[in-house]
């Protein structure tokens, strides 16, 4: 988890509300990703970045948005918290590897629970 | 949808013992990577074979990769209490900087 901190590390919201969910890392990686654990279903990406401001969508992005407008920092927005969106959430980082590898180094995750 | 399939998906064993996990994934791949979630924690890198390889080592660790039959093991000699994780198979695409990770093994090794 060295150089990658999210916070919060643990948070209960209201159906209906706004969430952001931090991202730091202090690796100068280039590229920050943005997952959410389920059981049953793995890790499962939900957006990435590959520089700042440029992002792109993974498998299941739909209700979420996110933001990079400085190289340590990818805010993922849950911009109405729905129960669906109960889950821990990991951010990740990683560069450009030889050949392509991008090996993946992972925060510690948050744990978010919409009630 | 899942790139990988880890099998299988809960494995329990004792101390010392040798655990084989595997992974078959769908697409053909740039390399193959392995990682360790310890409860509650964040995942941890171990290992990568590159699509070019056919096996490779660290430590106790061995990954054999078989492009052919798209498919992926895991071998952990002499397992100890610590190994008790679950454990992901990720497979990386040419030309993108995204993984796709399996659902995961849960190994858990008694003492």
């Known amino acids: 988890d060295a150089g990658i901190t999210q916070s919060p590390r643990h948070k209960v919201t209201e159906t209906g509300t706004p969430v952001t969910l931090r991202c730091h890392q202090t690796e100068n990686h280039r590229y920050m990703y943005w997952y959410r654990q389920d059981p049953g279903h793995g890790l499962r990406l939900i957006h990435y970045?590959?520089?700042?401001?440029d992002t792109d969508k993974g498998e299941v992005s739909d209700g979420y948005s996110v933001s990079r407008s400085k190289t340590e920092d990818f805010l993922l927005t849950l911009e109405s918290a729905t129960s669906s969106q109960t889950s821990v959430y990991f951010c990740?980082?990683?560069?450009w590897g030889t050949g392509g590898t991008y090996e993946q180094y992972f925060g510690p995750g948050t744990r978010l629970t919409v009630t | 949808s899942q790139q990988g399939e880890e099998d299988p998906q809960a494995l329990s064993i004792q101390e010392g013992e040798n655990a084989t996990m595997n992974c078959s994934y769908k697409t053909s791949i740039n390399n193959l990577q392995w990682y360790r979630q310890n409860s509650g924690r964040g995942l941890v890198h171990l290992i990568l074979?590159?699509?070019?390889?056919r096996e490779k080592h660290s430590g106790r660790l061995r990954v054999t990769l078989d492009t052919s039959k798209k498919s992926s093991s895991l071998l952990i000699t002499a397992s100890r209490a610590a190994d008790t994780a679950s454990y992901f198979c990720a497979t990386a695409q040419s030309g993108y900087s995204t993984l796709t990770f399996g659902k995961g093994t849960m190994l858990l090794v008694s003492p």
């Open positions: 970045s590959y520089g700042v401001k």
């Open positions: 074979i590159r699509s070019n390889e």
């Open positions: 990740a980082i990683s560069e």
